[in-house]
Nanobody
């Protein structure tokens, strides 16, 4: 599986961005997917996850109610709609595919990672 993240950029606080993760491989639809983010000097942290079918989703407390994760297995894509952005959302965002059908809030189950896309939220 190869993952390509896109959609990052510079936005003012209160604005919105939509990140996309394009996947490849016949088994893309079998994997749980997630978005993580990382800032310099900090560990990569879970943002949002979605099961292989899309029936189950989960969010970090800090983004719950503002971000929405979705997937379209037909086109092998996972998106993260980010609304009401805050300066503390500034980070490099990574999409990841797990070795199993359900997402995890920890790093361990994720075998494949995209290259990251930078989101900068100005105050």
């Amino acid at each position: 599986v190869q993952l390509q993240a896109s959609g990052g950029g510079l936005v003012q606080a209160g604005g919105s961005l939509r990140l996309s993760c394009a996947g490849s491989g016949r088994t893309f639809s079998s994997y749980g997917m997630a978005w993580f983010r990382q800032t310099p000097g900090k560990e990569r942290e879970f943002v949002a996850g979605i099961s292989w079918s899309g029936d189950s989703t989960g969010y970090a407390d800090s983004v719950d109610g503002r971000f929405t994760i979705a997937r379209d297995n037909a086109v092998k894509q996972v998106t993260l709609q980010m609304n009401s952005l805050r300066p503390e959302d500034t980070a490099v965002y990574y999409c990841a595919a797990a070795r199993e059908g359900y997402y995890s809030r920890t790093l361990h189950p994720y075998k494949w990672w995209g290259q990251g896309t930078l989101v900068t939220v100005s105050s």
